[in-house]
């Protein structure tokens, strides 16, 4: 589908309604000026862009509430919104609606380590928590590629994952408690530091849910001892089908790394050709990063394994990270990808499939056939050991044309994915990006169920509406856009 730019429908917010808004936050923080607002109208999906009729950039929970209430009361909807950087198009403002921007909440309210636990604002930057407590031997284990920009918030409401979530589980495995502005302005708080209290689960309830449910504006996170001991290898291939195989057969001899990361050879000349010049050879057609960590004693063990393993999938080479320092420099290169791609393109789509990792070879074949058929310029860096492949279509985002090429390659890789008995999101959620591809996973009744879960929460979908689920009774097309009704 190619989604034009929503126009207005008749029954248009009149635009001076906003200004209300001063009473819950300083002038300052409002904004409504047109050219300020272009800033929002998109996150890291520039595919899809939309103006919001105001921003509201909160820095207490209060202001949220103010202005969440004033939402419920005109019925207006609100996009929540952490640093921006989701690429599913979930923090894309509606059109009349208010962004409620919580990027200003940013303290880390209370760290326990005897209980293994942080209070933190929504807004808190992803990396600063690790920051604050590596001193002490601690970190926060979810650790998405952008962590040095994403917020604790945008992790939870996405469920993010990150290279070393295939050892430590995604976001949700971190999660302990929640503080929630419900659609309608009530606080709720869910879970807390102590383990489960034997009630439902709903803090698993709300984790994922793309701010549909309402505004986090505190979380309590789970602490996690850094390991003693770490080995970071990068193994070099002259194929990709070998570096695919050496991930399969890592985890069929029952070793568990910390992290699988794969990237390709496109990927890696636009690394080394940039700031985040890492030393991958730009010769090879794919490199492995491969990263092992435990007790110092088992090191030697697994190394041993790691190295036969390469051997037998005919790797070229195997480097060692001697120290520390070598240790982030290759992980510059993977952590900077998606920035380093920012030299092939003007705009990058970066999907986020899954696949089983026996298929991952196979998939990535078909993958790159699909590129080559609509003419659009691919690259892979993706998270191997999950099976969650990153196709990077790297496009002009001012040419009608070859958006649409993208647009087709996109839906056809997802399909492929899900062919493969896998499925259309991974760790970036489904947003505005992939709501036309639900129906590729669930039934009509799935939906439903799930849409009614939402209404029991947001019966009037003003919590960042039009978005997962494609069908939604608050949501009406405009243009070939979604809108959500405001009836006024
Ligand atoms: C270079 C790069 C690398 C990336 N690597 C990874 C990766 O390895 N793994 C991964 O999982 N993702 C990755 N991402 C995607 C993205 O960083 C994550 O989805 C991240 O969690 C988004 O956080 P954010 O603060 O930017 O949220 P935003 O983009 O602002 O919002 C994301 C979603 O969360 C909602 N939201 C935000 N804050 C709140 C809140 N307080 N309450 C309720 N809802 C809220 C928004 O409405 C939106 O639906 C990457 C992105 C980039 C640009």
Not at 122 to 127: M, T, W
């Given at each position: 589908m190619f989604w034009k730019r929503a126009k207005l429908p008749?029954?248009?917010?009149?635009?001076?309604?906003?200004?209300?808004l001063t009473r819950w936050l300083p002038a300052e923080r409002l904004i409504t000026d047109p050219s300020e607002l272009r800033v929002y109208?998109?996150?890291?999906?520039?595919l899809h862009k939309e103006t919001p009729a105001a921003v509201a950039l909160c820095a207490s929970r209060d202001e949220v509430v103010g202005v969440v209430r004033w939402c419920h009361e005109k019925r207006i909807p609100f996009v929540p919104r952490g640093?921006?950087?989701?690429?599913?198009?979930?923090?894309?403002p509606v059109p009349r609606g208010v962004v409620i921007d919580?990027?200003?909440?940013?303290?880390?309210l209370h760290i326990d380590l005897e209980n293994r636990y942080a209070i933190v604002q929504?807004?808190?930057?992803?990396?600063k928590l690790t920051q604050a407590v590596e001193s002490q031997g601690y970190h926060y284990a979810?650790?998405?590629?952008s962590q040095k920009a994403c917020t604790i918030g945008g992790n939870v409401a996405e469920n993010s994952g990150g290279?070393?979530?295939?050892?430590?589980?995604?976001t949700a495995d971190h999660i302990l408690g929640i503080e929630v502005v419900l659609p309608d302005g009530e606080i709720v708080r869910l879970g807390g530091?102590?383990?489960?209290?034997?009630?439902?689960?709903l803090v698993g309830l709300f984790v994922g849910t793309e701010g549909t449910f309402g505004i986090i504006t505190e979380v309590t996170v789970r602490l996690v001892p850094t390991p003693q001991a770490t080995r970071t290898y990068l193994a070099i291939f002259d194929e990709m089908s070998r570096a695919c195989r050496m991930v399969a057969d890592i985890t069929r001899q029952g070793i568990l790394p910390a992290a699988l990361e794969i990237l390709d050879q496109r990927v890696i000349h636009a690394v080394e050709d940039?700031?985040?010049?890492?030393?991958?050879?730009?010769?090879?057609a794919a490199v492995l990063l491969v990263e092992i960590d435990g007790f110092e004693a088992g090191m030697l063990e697994e190394e041993e394994s790691i190295k036969r393993i390469a051997s037998d999938s005919h790797a070229i080479e195997l480097r060692v990270a001697k120290d520390g320092k070598e240790r982030l420099q290759l992980w510059k290169g993977r952590k900077g990808a998606f920035g380093a791609m920012g030299r092939i393109d003007t705009d990058l789509y970066v999907l986020d499939g899954v696949v089983p990792r026996t298929r991952l070879e196979t998939v990535l074949q078909e993958i790159y056939k699909i590129a080559d058929t609509h003419g659009v310029k691919l690259s892979n860096v993706f998270h191997a050991g999950d099976g969650n492949l990153h196709p990077n279509i790297s496009y002009d985002g001012r040419d009608p044309d070859e958006r649409a090429r993208v647009f087709k390659a996109g839906r056809e890789i997802l399909e492929a994915c899900v062919k493969a008995g896998?499925?259309?999101?991974?760790?970036?959620?489904?947003?505005?990006?992939k709501m036309d591809f639900m129906p590729l996973l669930f039934t009509k009744e799935d939906m439903e169920l799930q849409i009614d879960l939402r209404h029991a929460i947001d019966p009037h979908e003003?919590?960042?509406?039009?978005?997962?689920?494609?069908?939604?009774?608050?949501c009406i097309e405009v243009g070939k856009r979604q809108a959500h009704m405001v009836p006024l």
């Open positions: 008749s029954q248009a917010v009149p635009t001076g309604i906003y200004s209300e109208e998109c996150d890291g999906l520039p640093a921006g950087t989701g690429l599913s198009g979930g923090a894309t919580v990027n200003r909440m940013r303290n880390i929504p807004g808190v930057i992803n990396i979810p650790d998405p590629s290279p070393h979530c295939l050892k430590y589980g995604m530091p102590l383990a489960d209290n034997g009630s439902y689960d940039s700031v985040f010049k890492a030393g991958y050879p730009k010769d090879a896998g499925s259309i999101s991974g760790e970036h959620g489904i947003g505005v990006e003003l919590s960042n509406p039009c978005k997962i689920f494609p069908d939604s009774k608050g």
